[in-house]
Structure formats: structure tokens, C-alpha cells
């Protein structure tokens, strides 16, 4: 049964650090892994999807890391700004279809 | 439309009483996924529907939960006889490909607060 792991649960930054979020994963057969990010009381919004032939995607200030082999996934985030405060959640899709999440990270950056 | 759409935002019931939560797909996605995520808990999975193909429900938690997909669009998950125990935001989501390579694109989500 695959299972997502994300460390830390929480962090803490002051503004302009850069930063590196983990995820983890037990089963190495998968399809794709998706980066959220899910602000107080909203839905989830997409940041980054790295398909499992991929080693990583950007998207502006977001690098995404995958190493399939190992079971892990970095989400790298540099020049953190308070707007970037939310919970980021890590998810693969295995044969089965559907998503497997962690419970996520949540980042708090002090101005 | 633009996103994926849910309805009702919110949602208060009293035990005991049936729910209906209601999910419209970005228009021409394949995939729909309905999730429940509970406070301080991460997001659990329901039910996958993809296409024609008949759906996935090994995450409805028990047979009071069901959901249907009239016409491969709108989405309709209903809790019959609630308990208090389904307290939870419930997210829908889409994605255009057959669901294996597809990225998924979440609603705002209904939050379903049993009284």
C-alpha cells in the first residue's frame, strides 16, 4: 500500500530564505507526483506535476525534484515571501488512478 | 467553466438527515475525484470515475456514501442518514488525460458540518 511522507510538518522561515520541502514515498511504481499548495480554507491549487520519466520541473520560483528510485520528491521554493505561507501537500498516482497525498507541510514565512 | 465548480460552499445538516454535494468538472475532463479531508487530517480518497469506465470506490468509507456521474460531466456525492463523524470539507477534482498522467485540478470544495 503506497504510502506519502512529508517532513517537516511545519517550518518556519523569515522572508528571502530559500528552503527545501520532502516528500517521500514507499512504492516506487508510479506515475506521477503532484506538488500543491492549499491556503486556510480553499481548495488545493496545482504548483508543479513531474511525470515519472521526469528528474524535475520549474515554475517561477518552485523547482520540483523527483528521484523515483530512492521514493523521494524535493520541492524547492526560493526567495520565500510571506504570500508563499500555506500548507503544501505532496501527492502520487499509482496504477490505480487516483491520488495518494501527504498530510503536508506547513510553511510560514515572517516578513 | 473556467475551474471546477462545487456546490453547496457550505453545508450544515442535523444526524441523521441525507446530503447531496454536487461537482462540476472542467468541461471535457475524463477523470473525476471526489476527497474528503477532515480537520487537522490530510485528504482522504472516495471515489474515481474515468470515462465510461466503471468507478473506483474502494475509498467510500461505508454504504451510506455513494456518488454518481450523469453523462460523464456533473458529479453528485450523497451521504445518506449523516452522523457526525462526516464532518469534513469534501474536495472534487478533474483531470483531462485517462487519469494515469493527468494532472488534477481541484475545486473550492463543500464543507459538510453535522450537527
Known amino acids: 500500500k503506497q504510502e506519502v511522507t512529508q517532513i517537516p510538518a511545519a517550518l518556519s522561515v523569515p522572508e528571502g530564505e530559500n528552503l527545501v520541502l520532502n516528500c517521500s514515498f514507499t512504492d516506487s511504481a508510479i506515475y506521477n507526483l503532484q506538488w500543491f499548495r492549499q491556503d486556510p480554507g480553499k481548495g488545493l491549487t496545482s504548483l508543479l506535476l513531474i511525470q515519472s520519466s521526469q528528474r524535475e520541473q520549474t515554475s517561477g520560483r518552485l523547482n520540483a525534484s523527483l528521484d523515483k528510485s530512492s521514493g523521494r520528491s524535493t520541492l524547492y521554493i526560493a526567495a520565500s515571501q510571506p504570500g508563499d505561507s500555506a500548507t503544501y501537500l505532496c501527492?502520487?498516482?499509482?496504477?490505480?488512478?487516483?491520488?495518494?497525498f501527504g498530510k503536508g507541510t506547513k510553511l510560514s514565512v515572517k516578513p | 467553466g473556467a475551474g471546477v465548480s462545487q456546490s453547496p460552499s457550505n453545508k450544515v445538516t442535523e444526524k441523521g438527515k441525507d446530503v447531496e454535494l454536487r461537482c462540476d468538472p472542467i468541461?471535457?475532463?475524463?477523470?473525476l475525484y471526489w476527497y474528503r479531508q477532515s480537520l487537522g487530517q490530510g485528504l482522504e480518497f472516495l471515489i474515481y470515475f474515468q470515462g465510461n469506465s466503471a468507478p473506483d470506490k474502494s475509498g467510500l468509507p461505508s454504504d451510506r456514501f455513494s456518488a454518481e456521474r450523469t453523462g460523464g460531466s456533473v458529479s453528485t456525492l450523497t451521504i445518506q442518514r449523516t452522523q457526525q463523524e462526516d464532518s469534513a470539507v469534501y474536495l472534487c477534482?478533474?483531470?483531462?488525460?485517462?487519469?494515469?498522467?493527468?494532472?488534477?485540478?481541484f475545486g473550492e470544495g463543500s464543507r459538510l458540518t453535522v450537527l
Open positions: 501527492a502520487v498516482k499509482g496504477s490505480q488512478g487516483n491520488l495518494i
Open positions: 477534482a478533474s483531470s483531462s488525460s485517462t487519469g494515469k498522467t493527468g494532472e488534477l485540478f
Open positions: 468541461s471535457g475532463h475524463t477523470a
